[in-house]
C-alpha cells in the first residue's frame, strides 16, 4: 500500500527557509521511474505545482518559485525533502507530496494529507 | 505560465450530468495527451479521476470521463450523486520549462 506523509513546522516567520519533507511507505524513492512531487494550495485558491524529483536524481521546479526551492531525496530513510527560502505570508498554504508511477506517466496516483503551513510573524 | 481556467462553480441535480471545461493555450492542453484531473473532497487528499486526457484509474467509477478539443479539455460526470460534492482541478503537461500546470478549479454542488 503507497502512503505518503508530509511534516513540516505549522508556523514560520517571513524570511525564514521552509524545510517539508515527505515520509514514504509501500515504494522506494529509488525505485526504477518513481517521482516524488509538491503541490500546494493556499487557503480557498487553486492547486499550485512546485517541483518533482526522479528515482534518478532528475528534478523539475516551477519556473516562478525555482530560485528559492531545492528539492533532495533521502534513499536511506525513504524521504523527500522540499526546501523553500525567503517565505512570506502569500506562502501560507496547504503543502502536499504525491507519488509518481512512472517518468511517462504525467500525473500523481498518490497523495499525501498535506500539512499547512502559515507564515506570519 | 498562467492556471489553465475552469468555471469557478458547476451543480447539477442528482442523476444528471455535468461537464466541466479546462481551458489552456496551445503550449499545454492544445499540444499534449497529457490531460488529468483531480477530485479533491474536504479534508481529504486529492483524488486522481482522469489521466492522459480519457483514462481512468483502477477503481474510479465509469461514470467519470474525460474528452479533449482544441485547447480545451472536458471532465464529464454522468449520474451525478451527493458524494460527487466538491473541487475539481485539471492539470496538464506543459513541456520545459513549465513542465505541469494545475487548473483554477471548479467547486462541484449537488443541488
Known amino acids: 500500500q503507497i502512503t505518503l506523509k508530509e511534516s513540516a513546522p505549522t508556523l514560520v516567520k517571513p524570511t525564514q527557509t521552509l524545510t517539508l519533507t515527505c515520509s514514504l511507505s509501500?515504494?522506494?524513492?529509488?525505485?526504477?521511474?518513481?517521482?516524488v512531487g509538491w503541490i500546494r494550495q493556499p487557503p480557498g485558491k487553486a492547486l499550485e505545482w512546485l517541483a518533482l524529483i526522479f528515482w534518478n536524481d532528475d528534478k523539475r521546479f516551477s519556473p516562478s518559485l525555482e530560485n528559492r526551492l531545492a528539492i533532495t531525496r533521502d534513499t536511506s530513510k525513504n524521504q523527500v525533502v522540499l526546501t523553500m527560502t525567503n517565505m512570506d505570508p502569500v506562502d501560507t498554504a496547504t503543502y502536499y507530496c504525491?507519488?509518481?508511477?512512472?517518468?511517462?506517466?504525467?500525473?500523481?496516483?498518490?497523495w499525501g494529507q498535506g500539512t499547512l503551513v502559515t507564515v506570519s510573524s | 505560465q498562467s492556471a489553465l481556467t475552469q468555471p469557478a462553480s458547476v451543480s447539477g441535480s442528482p442523476g444528471q450530468s455535468i461537464t466541466i471545461s479546462c481551458t489552456g493555450t496551445n503550449s499545454d492542453v492544445g499540444s499534449y495527451n497529457l490531460v488529468s484531473w483531480y477530485q479533491h473532497l474536504p479534508g481529504k487528499a486529492p483524488k486522481v479521476m482522469i489521466y492522459e486526457v480519457n483514462k481512468r484509474p483502477s477503481g474510479v467509477s465509469n461514470r467519470f470521463s474525460g474528452s479533449k478539443s482544441g485547447n480545451t479539455a472536458s471532465l464529464t460526470i454522468s449520474g451525478l450523486q451527493a458524494e460527487d460534492e466538491g473541487d475539481y482541478f485539471c492539470c496538464s503537461y506543459a513541456g520545459t520549462p513549465t513542465f505541469e500546470v494545475f487548473g483554477t478549479g471548479t467547486k462541484v454542488t449537488v443541488l
Open positions: 509501500g515504494f522506494s524513492v529509488s525505485t526504477s521511474g518513481v517521482g
Open positions: 504525491a507519488h509518481r508511477l512512472a517518468e511517462d506517466a504525467y500525473y500523481f496516483g498518490y
